[in-house]
């Protein structure tokens, strides 16, 4: 809705530009040609820490503009302070072994992606009690199914991932980067 879209601008795009000081990832938020089905495109660019701070801000934007909007918050909403990824053990140990380059699809469309691993190295992707599926679940807000012992066939194990495009993409970081993590990941991410 296009009065969201101005209240979380600001006046004369006042909002968006005390975050664009505040930090100093790139946001670029598209125009109006940019908008389908009442959603306007933005592009959040810089380190892991700079881009969740900016998201995490943006989203708190976006919240407070529909609360003014609304009259007032909905009783029982997500806290964007406490949704985001800021403080994440593992989003920052992940970050320490693989670059982390943020999604360019954003999209609230659920999809599913497979992808594969080397089945040696599934015992890493699921941690001691599953403790880092787990995590990559839950940070990811994707649904992660991996192929059951039974099922395998061959050195590769797949994985299915169902999610938004952008939660799909940060599960696929997180496969990735835990393979590539001390096999006592677990322990050094506080999750046992």
């Known amino acids: 809705s296009s009065g969201i879209n101005a209240e979380y601008g600001g006046p004369k795009g006042s909002r968006i530009s005390a975050v664009r000081q505040q930090t100093t990832a790139t946001i670029k938020i598209g125009d109006d040609e940019s908008v389908v089905e009442g959603k306007r495109k933005m592009l959040i660019t810089g380190t892991l820490k700079e881009v969740m701070w900016a998201f995490n801000a943006v ?67 699921f941690g001691r009690k599953a403790a880092i599926i787990n995590e990559i679940r839950s940070t990811s807000n994707c649904k992660v199914i991996v192929e059951k012992d039974s099922e395998v066939t061959g050195e590769e194990r797949k994985i299915n991932l169902t999610g938004k495009p952008q939660d799909i993409h940060l599960a696929e970081y997180l496969i990735a980067a835990v393979q590539k993590m001390p096999k006592d990941a677990s322990f050094k991410l506080g999750l046992l």
């Open 59 to 125: 989203k708190k934007l976006i919240k407070d503009a529909e609360d003014e909007v609304r009259g007032g918050p909905l009783p029982g909403g997500n806290n964007p302070e406490t949704t985001g990824y800021s403080g994440n053990r593992m989003m920052e140990q992940a970050q320490a072994v693989l670059p982390f380059t943020p999604s360019v699809e954003i999209s609230e469309e659920v999809k599913e992606k497979e992808i594969t691993i080397p089945n040696k190295n599934v015992g890493q992707v």
